[in-house]
């Protein structure tokens, strides 16, 4: 990955801009293996792990209420929903999950 590309990827990643237009080939954000950037992962942090050891699991639907309100939004024509679902995460092989240190701090 060219620095320019890095920088595009690392300004994206910190100001979530969604970068349009950009040349960015996101098949080649390698470092030995596929690198996903992540903002909510503290500074010079970094976590390397297996996907096949670590899944999304759903524990119910995916719950969608719609507004039945009559006042200022049905003046304005709008509509509210809330959407709620309960997921949680599954780690099978602990071992197979590492927290590295990228830059001494």
Same mark, same amino acid.
């Given at each position: 990955?060219?620095?320019?590309s890095l920088a595009v990827t690392v $300004?994206? /990643?910190?100001?979530?801009?969604?970068?349009?237009?950009?040349?960015?080939?996101? +098949?080649?954000?390698? #470092?030995?293996?596929?690198?996903?950037?992540?903002?909510?992962?503290?500074? $010079?942090? /970094?976590?390397?792990l297996d996907p096949n050891v670590v899944?999304?699991?759903?524990? +119910?639907?995916?719950? #969608?209420?719609?507004?039945?309100?009559?006042?200022?939004?049905?003046?304005?024509?709008q509509i509210q929903a809330r959407v709620?679902?309960?997921?949680?995460?599954?780690?099978?092989?602990?071992?197979?999950?590492?927290?590295?240190?990228?830059?001494?701090?």
């Amino acid at each position: 990955m060219s620095k320019d590309s890095l920088a595009v990827t690392v $300004r994206r /990643a910190v100001t979530r801009v969604d970068g349009r237009g950009v040349p960015l080939d996101q +098949g080649e954000c390698k #470092i030995w293996v596929r690198a996903v950037l992540s903002t909510t992962l503290p500074a $010079r942090i /970094a976590l390397v792990l297996d996907p096949n050891v670590v899944s999304i699991d759903t524990l +119910g639907g995916l719950d #969608i209420e719609w507004s039945t309100e009559s006042g200022e939004l049905f003046s304005r024509n709008q509509i509210q929903a809330r959407v709620e679902t309960r997921i949680g995460v599954s780690v099978y092989q602990p071992a197979a999950t590492y927290k590295v240190a990228t830059q001494a701090a």
